[in-house]
T-cell receptor, first 111, second 114 residues
C-alpha cells in the first residue's frame, strides 16, 4: 500500500493561513489524494481530494506537486474550530477503497 | 437526511459477552466500512462491504463478524468480547464512483470491555 508521511503536529495563529504538508513518494498513477480531519471526540470529516490538478472548495485548497509525490492542504484563514487532526490519505483499491489512516498532523490554533 | 448513524453510542461489556453494533445510512451508498480507533492512533479497517450481500476482511478482522443483508445497514458483531477490543468504532459509507468516493462517517460507538 502506498503510504503517506506527515508532521506529527503544527501550530498556527488564528486568522492566518496554514499549510499542512504530506509526502506520498510511492503514489501510483491512479491514487487519489484525500484529506480528512477529525475534531475531538468526533468521527473523521471529509475535507478535500484530488488526483493531479489543484483543487479548491469552501473548506480548503489542495496543492498537488507536479510529480504527485507530495501535496499541501491549505487552510486560508485558520479559526479555533479548525483545531483537529488532519489526515492525508491514499485510498486502497484492494480494500474497497478504504482509507489508510496514519497518525495525521495535530493542528493547534491559538488566538 | 440523517447521513450515517450508529447504535449504540456507548456500551460496556464484560469479557466473553457478545454484542452487535448497527450502522445505518440513508444516502443509497454502495460501499460501507467498519473502522476502529485506539487512543492516539489513526483508524484501522476491520471489515468492509462493496454492496448488499457482500463483505470482506480489512486490516484487523479477528474477533469480529459482519453482515450486510440490506443495502442501508452494516452490522458489526463481537461474538466473545475481549479487553483488546476496547476502542471507538466508526462506520462509514461512500458511493461507488471514482470521482465521488468520499466517505461519510458516523459519530462512533465507544466500547469498553472489562
Amino acid at each position: 500500500d502506498a503510504k503517506t508521511t506527515q508532521p506529527n503536529s503544527m501550530e498556527s495563529n488564528e486568522e492566518e493561513p496554514v499549510h499542512l504538508p504530506c509526502n506520498h513518494s510511492t503514489i501510483s498513477g491512479t491514487d487519489y489524494i484525500h484529506w480528512y480531519r477529525q475534531l475531538p471526540s468526533q468521527g473523521p470529516e471529509y475535507v478535500i481530494h484530488g488526483l493531479t490538478s489543484n483543487v479548491n472548495n469552501r473548506m480548503a485548497s489542495l496543492a498537488i506537486a507536479e510529480d504527485r509525490k507530495s501535496s499541501t492542504l491549505i487552510l486560508h484563514r485558520a479559526t479555533l474550530r479548525d483545531a483537529a487532526v488532519y489526515y492525508c490519505i491514499l485510498s486502497d483499491p484492494n480494500s474497497g477503497y478504504a482509507l489508510n489512516f496514519g497518525k495525521g498532523t495535530s493542528l493547534l490554533v491559538t488566538p | 437526511n440523517a447521513g450515517v448513524t450508529q447504535t449504540p453510542k456507548f456500551r460496556v461489556l464484560k469479557t466473553g459477552q457478545s454484542m452487535t453494533l448497527l450502522c445505518a445510512q440513508d444516502m443509497n451508498h454502495e460501499y460501507m466500512y467498519w473502522y476502529r480507533q485506539d487512543p492516539g492512533m489513526g483508524l484501522r479497517l476491520i471489515h468492509y462491504s462493496v454492496g448488499e450481500g457482500t463483505t470482506a476482511k480489512g486490516e484487523v478482522p479477528d474477533g469480529y463478524n459482519v453482515s450486510r443483508l440490506k443495502k442501508q445497514n452494516f452490522l458489526l458483531g463481537l461474538e466473545s468480547a475481549a479487553p483488546s477490543q476496547t476502542s471507538v468504532y466508526f462506520c462509514a459509507s461512500s458511493y461507488d464512483d471514482r470521482d465521488l468516493r468520499v466517505q461519510y462517517f458516523g459519530p462512533g460507538t465507544r466500547l469498553t470491555v472489562t
